[in-house]
């Protein structure tokens, strides 16, 4: 039934106000139901729900759920008031109300309905009331006190010119160094440890977008359809803003794509009109194979960026091989990229151990060792609740009021395919219409269909569609690629298989900053399970050894003891050559790495010989490049290889610690869920980063968990543990030196441009600085970096990374040139003093009374010899 004007002009003014008003408006006008633009999440929903009645879309649980919900939130602000809900067959009945710790009282236009507060089983009185607070804010939401905000710091100048006026400021300090490393990165690979919701995809947009300026494409890997789907809405915008939109307007290759659009997509990688791609491992190396391999022999290959790295470890292991022989294009890459024009490889995840780092660097760093920016901190949004049931029976029942009594957006994870299908069936019945379900076996439409129905959103644009599902039912398959901020429940009717499992599926809720609770109830049975599940197969060291055989007879000696190997070299068994029988002998290899029994190369081209004709040394290069895709070129690192029981011991031994640490993984869990630790100190020691003889830390925070409320007591901020955020030092690699007044420096490192006057600093600094970031000197800063120097840097940003060292960081450790402002004090700060005697270029700009740092008494233009007035500098530029 339609509303008339009147209604929906007072329904807009309710929303203004809060949800319990705006749900009041909506029941008293169903079953005319106003339609909505905006609002809170809880109220849209409802409003959805109460639609989805007439036509079954909805049931009477999805209804009085979210009414509770609406309720619970204005309790939680102060307002006790409750809501009239109409009589009605596909509403509520009295006796249903209750069944959802409701009190329903009669009323003349139905039913009077209050809201009874419930949380999670909890041991005694005492943590049972910090367990009602803890409720309490969830439903607070941004107005939590228990909200823990991030400190953010200013942009560069080179992000807000990528990104857009809207960036202005980094989410945080780990952000920042991202984000710097990144742009700042001459080559090479970056690992990234960057908490969720810390901006992980604008660290790869910014410098991406940058590049993109000019031809080029940087590739982006993801593990889910949905995710690249994301990731192309989210991108869209941005290449729309400045000019720089796809030929195909598209960004996600995908296979639902039309195969004329992929066809264009393929042509645009190669000439490097596509900027901007977020692909599959699948992907990546089969269809996308060789459009790549000839943007990197263009030049054309910006960036290389893993999303979601830690499942380099976890499925390239196992069922999808692809995300660890991508190694192999991307030697074949750089082989082929010209000198000084390789793509950077970036690989990026909120969480990383010791071993998923160790085989991100084997992989995709090899003999030169990554820049590691390690941010990791623990989540600070969800408590931890759990429940051990002594049958299934109870943790069905459990469950069931969990899912009733918990606020929605909820997911419910399971461990099997038809543990899922089950529970769906489960809900339905019990009168959740609005639930649906993800597995390994649901297609991608399928997985579309769900995210955007939990969302309320569009994949594919950025515009609100109606909600359909406040519950998503999932295996493990559930969750990567999903970025619905206002989660506000994760329920485990399950163990899972892995501490890393558990917290990714947990980490689903409360992307928005706000509090969440993640709930767990297992039953007998469950452990079985969860240790079948965390088998991963490993190839055995006997197939192995047949692969490395099979390669290494058909070897070509590179001298000493480096060889070239045939990646299409078969093993007896295996009859013909095929894309598997290649992904087979990368993993081999790779897993020889870890085993170092062999260190990994990218190919090299040949060189020219002596007096070797032109045409003959072409010809030779054009063979390589062919070739190239289907060899590697190894070295050999332990002189026994090739003996069988050699290979067997090292390899075993790697295997076995693969398969070890599965184990580790599932008895750290078991460890946290049975109340004898605190979790955040679990997953802090799981996720602890080792590397020789450095340990970085993962900061522990705990909202409450099992053991923190049995033996603490939270502080003021409502938080048991809480850590400061991470500070992630950078540590840059000596890059090349774009020098360009060189020759005025005299062989000294220290190069004195100086003004004279104010005038002189107003008119010629500004256009100085301009000229030498346009000259690739872009690590700018110091106290003299006025207002109008910033709009400069901004602007000459458009086409360069230019970083403002506002903390003196990178005056402290970049060895590359850095563009140093004074302002107008005489004398040199101790970091600018220490940077003037050191041997990394600087072009110092000061004052002409700047005094020397080592003899205070005289003028620094009366003693060094390489300075130059900024007047004459602007002439020489």
């Not at 897993?591 to 002596?610: N, Y």
């Not at 070890?660 to 605190?678: F, N, P, R, T, V």
């Amino acid at each position: 039934m339609a509303p008339d004007a009147s209604s929906t002009s007072l329904f807009k003014a309710a929303l203004n106000i809060d949800s319990w008003t705006g749900a009041d408006e909506l029941l008293r006008s169903w079953p005319s139901v106003p339609p909505m633009d905006d609002s809170q999440s809880t109220l849209r929903r409802l409003r959805d729900a109460l639609v989805g009645l007439d036509n079954g879309s909805s049931g009477w649980r999805d209804a009085a759920a979210l009414i509770r919900q609406v309720l619970l939130e204005a309790q939680a602000r102060g307002v006790h008031s409750g809501l009239v809900v109409p009589k009605h067959p596909v509403l509520p009945s009295q006796e249903q109300w209750s069944q959802l710790h409701c009190d329903a009282m009669p009323h003349e236009r139905g039913l009077y309905i209050t809201a009874k507060p419930w949380h999670p089983p909890v041991e005694e009185s005492d943590t049972a009331a910090v367990a009602r607070e803890d409720l309490r804010q969830v439903y607070l939401g941004e107005a939590a006190e228990h909200r823990r905000r991030r400190e953010p710091h200013p942009a560069d100048p080179f992000w807000t010119a990528a990104l857009g006026a809207t960036h202005e400021q980094y989410l945080s300090f780990g952000q920042r160094q991202a984000a710097r490393a990144v742009a700042l990165a001459q080559g090479g690979t970056v690992i990234i440890c960057l908490p969720t919701g810390h901006g992980k995809t604008a660290v790869i947009q910014a410098p991406a977008l940058l590049a993109s300026r000019s031809a080029g494409v940087s590739v982006v890997v993801v593990p889910t359809v949905v995710l690249a789907l994301d990731m192309e809405r989210r991108t869209r915008p941005l290449m729309e803003a400045q000019g720089r939109i796809s030929p195909t307007g598209r960004y996600a290759y995908v296979g639902g794509l039309p195969d004329d659009v992929k066809q264009q997509m393929r042509d645009d990688i190669r000439t490097g009109r596509q900027r901007l791609v977020f692909t599959s491992p699948e992907a990546l190396v089969r269809s996308l194979r060789k459009p790549l391999e000839d943007a990197a022999g263009a030049g054309l290959l910006k960036y290389f960026v893993i999303d979601e790295a830690h499942l380099v470890e976890q499925w390239g292991n196992g069922f999808r091989p692809e995300f660890q022989t991508m190694s192999s294009h991307r030697r074949t890459w750089l082989s082929k990229a010209p000198e000084g024009l390789a793509p950077v490889t970036v690989a990026m995840s909120a969480t990383l151990t010791t071993q998923q780092v160790s085989t991100l660097e084997d992989l995709f760093a090899g003999p030169d060792k990554a820049q590691i920016v390690w941010a990791s901190q623990l989540r600070h949004e969800p408590t931890y609740y759990i429940n051990a049931s002594a049958t299934t029976q109870r943790r069905e029942n459990s469950i069931l009021e969990a899912v009733s009594l918990l606020p929605k957006p909820m997911a419910l994870y399971v461990s099997t395919v038809a543990d899922a299908k089950e529970w769906t069936r489960r809900l339905k019945t019990a009168g959740f219409h609005r639930v649906t379900h993800v597995t390994g076996d649901s297609s991608d439409q399928d997985r579309r269909d769900a995210v955007e129905g939990w969302g309320g959103r569009s994949t594919h644009a950025d515009s609100r569609v109606s909600s359909r599902y406040d519950i998503v039912v999932g295996t493990s398959a559930f969750g990567l690629g999903v970025d619905l901020p206002d989660v506000r429940t994760v329920l485990h009717a399950c163990l899972p298989e892995t501490v890393d499992r558990y917290y990714q599926e947990i980490g689903r809720g409360g992307r928005d900053g706000n509090p969440s609770v993640a709930y767990m109830v297992t039953a007998p049975g469950d452990r079985d399970i969860a240790e079948t599940l965390g088998s991963e197969p490993v190839i055995s060291s006997e197939k192995a050894w047949k692969r490395w055989d099979a390669m290494f007879r058909r070897e070509q000696q590179l001298g000493g003891s480096r060889y070239r190997l045939n990646l299409d070299s078969r093993p007896s068994h295996v009859s013909e050559d095929s894309e598997t029988n290649r992904s087979w002998n990368v993993r081999v290899l790779n897993l020889m790495v870890r085993a170092k029994l062999i260190e990994l190369h990218v190919p090299q081209p040949p060189q020219r010989q002596g007096e070797e004709l032109e045409s003959a040394w072409e010809a030779r290069v054009e063979e390589f490049k062919k070739r190239v895709a289907t060899q590697a070129e190894v070295t050999i690192k332990d002189p026994q290889v090739n003996t069988t029981e050699r290979f067997a011991d090292r390899f075993e031994a790697e295997r076995k610690k693969l398969l070890d640490e599965q184990k580790k993984s599932l008895k750290g869990l078991q460890e946290a869920l049975g109340g004898s630790q605190c979790i955040g100190d679990v997953l802090g020691e799981y996720y602890r980063l080792r590397r020789g003889q450095v340990s970085l830390p993962t900061r522990v925070t705990c909202r409450g968990c099992p053991n923190c409320r049995a033996t603490g007591h939270p502080d003021k901020s409502g938080f048991y543990r809480i850590a400061g955020e991470p500070r992630p030092w950078l540590r840059f690699p000596a890059p090349p030196v774009e020098d360009p007044l060189a020759h005025y420096r005299d062989g000294l490192s220290c190069l004195s441009l100086w003004w004279e006057d104010e005038q002189e600093l107003r008119l010629y600094v500004p256009r100085l600085l301009e000229r030498l970031v346009r000259r690739d000197m872009t690590i700018v800063g110091g106290p003299g970096v006025t207002a109008r120097c910033r709009e400069v840097l901004q602007k000459a940003a458009r086409t360069h990374p230019v970083v403002l060292d506002e903390d003196a960081e990178l005056l402290k450790s970049w060895a590359g040139p850095v563009v140093w402002i004074l302002d107008d004090s005489a004398s040199l700060d101790y970091d600018t003093a220490a940077r003037f005697s050191s041997e990394d270029v600087t072009y110092l700009l000061h004052p002409h009374q700047t005094r020397h740092p080592d003899r205070a008494t005289d003028l620094l233009i009366d003693i060094h010899r390489a300075k130059l007035p900024v007047f004459r500098a602007l002439e020489e530029l």
